[in-house]
């Protein structure tokens, strides 16, 4: 448990912004270099490590046909801003990500100029904001980054278009809990990467595709070309989701550290589904369900929509305070989810896509 917190607290300390991946990336491909029998980097930025599988034959290096093959999705890029401006020294920003304005102000940062430079986001009196209501949270276009520096200094070393990135340090309580920015979804690549560890030591049929991919907080084009490349049998998105706190603790959110969540929408596939919940039960793995009605938010929506269409499931990790720089997550959700990507591998065999259409089309015809 410790060892999974230390490199989920690395993780978060390290940039990445949503388009900009790859100081992420670089960590994320040096620990699943031993895990991964290949590892390589799409056109676009995404990161692709495959664990072969055994086939039939039971030799993980069999070159005997194609086997079929699952793609875990887990994106790595983060929110953050970026600078539109440069004026008497402050910087203007705009948000790269969904951002909540109302945690912005007096939030420290560290500006990706021709040096890094650490920051802080002020906003300017009451009194000299134009016609804004006082009860309201001041916009983002009314925010500056100061950097303590002087306006000379500011115009040598920041350009328009530079990055700024939440400066927070993690925050862990005890084993159990850690607070931080960038949870969202560093969470869900710790869970591949436990996932991966626990099939490097057992045996799964299928070749399973790990992919930290890039923008899905802007245009899931990690998503789809990835999955496009990779053309898997099935897909598995893995994100967060809202953790119950203040302001929500009713049906829309999940208690923090009690379990898992299994996505319910248009984005997944109902066979998939009913599996992995099975399997769940079967493992005692606290699981519960997450009505997706819409879009599900996550990679899932643009791995499931490649070529002729990829049956999709969605995995989630309670997050508390998203899109904060003090998201909290349960070290336990993040292992359960780890442990039941990898169960669900390796219980695949190779027939199993001949049966997954067999199934669908009986639930269709039954409906009819």
């Keep these: ?9 690395e993780m978060i300390s390290i940039a990445g912004l949503s388009g900009y991946e790859t100081p992420i990336r670089q960590l994320i491909e040096e620990s699943w270099r ?11 930025g995404s990161l692709h490590g495959l664990q072969k599988g055994e ?36 910087l203007r920003v705009t948000e790269v990500g969904g951002l909540d304005p109302r945690v912005l102000p007096g939030q420290l940062v560290i500006v990706y100029g021709r040096e890094d430079l650490p920051g802080v986001i002020i906003q300017p009196p009451a009194n000299l904001l134009p016609n804004v209501n006082p009860d309201a949270p001041v916009s983002i276009n009314h925010l500056l ?28 309580f005890s084993d159990e809990y850690l607070a931080g920015h960038t ?19 057992n045996r799964h049929a299928w070749d399973v595709w790990a992919v930290a991919t890039v ?16 053309r898997p049998k099935i897909a598995v998105a893995v994100d967060v989701t809202f953790a119950k706190g203040p302001g929500v603790s009713d049906y829309r959110a999940f208690s923090l550290g009690k379990g898992i969540t299994l996505g319910w929408g248009p984005n997944i596939h109902p066979t998939l589904h009913k599996m992995v919940k099975e399997l769940a039960d079967k493992l005692e793995i606290p699981c519960h369900l997450d009505p997706l009605p819409h879009r599900s938010g996550t990679d899932a929506y643009g791995m499931q929509i490649v070529a002729e269409g990829v049956p999709t499931v969605v995995i989630g990790i309670p997050l508390r305070y ?3 720089p003090v998201e909290m997550v349960a070290i336990k959700d993040i292992q359960r989810a780890g442990r039941l990507m990898a169960e669900f591998a390796m219980q695949l065999e190779p027939e199993f896509v001949v049966e997954l259409t067999g199934k669908c089309r009986q639930e269709v015809e039954g409906m009819l």
């Design 145 to 172: 980054v100061d950097t303590g520096l002087l306006p000379q200094q500011v115009s040598k070393l920041v350009r328009t278009g530079d990055l700024v990135s939440y400066a927070q340090e993690p925050i862990e």
């Design 55 to 90: 086939g039939a034959t039971g030799s993980r290096s069999t070159e005997s046909g194609p086997r079929p093959s699952i793609l875990f999705a887990t994106h790595m890029d983060a929110i953050g801003l970026m600078v539109t401006g440069v004026v008497d020294g402050f």
């Design 1 to 9: 448990m410790k060892e999974l917190m230390s490199f989920l607290k």
């Design 34 to 44: 031993p895990l991964t029998d290949e590892l390589h980097v799409s056109k676009v």
């Design 322 to 324: 998203m899109h904060t």
């Design 215 to 230: 923008q899905e907080e802007e245009t899931m084009a990690g998503a789809v070309t990835s999955t496009y490349d990779l």
């Design 183 to 201: 949870l969202d979804n560093r969470a869900a690549v710790a869970a591949l990467t436990y996932c991966l560890e626990l099939l490097r030591k």
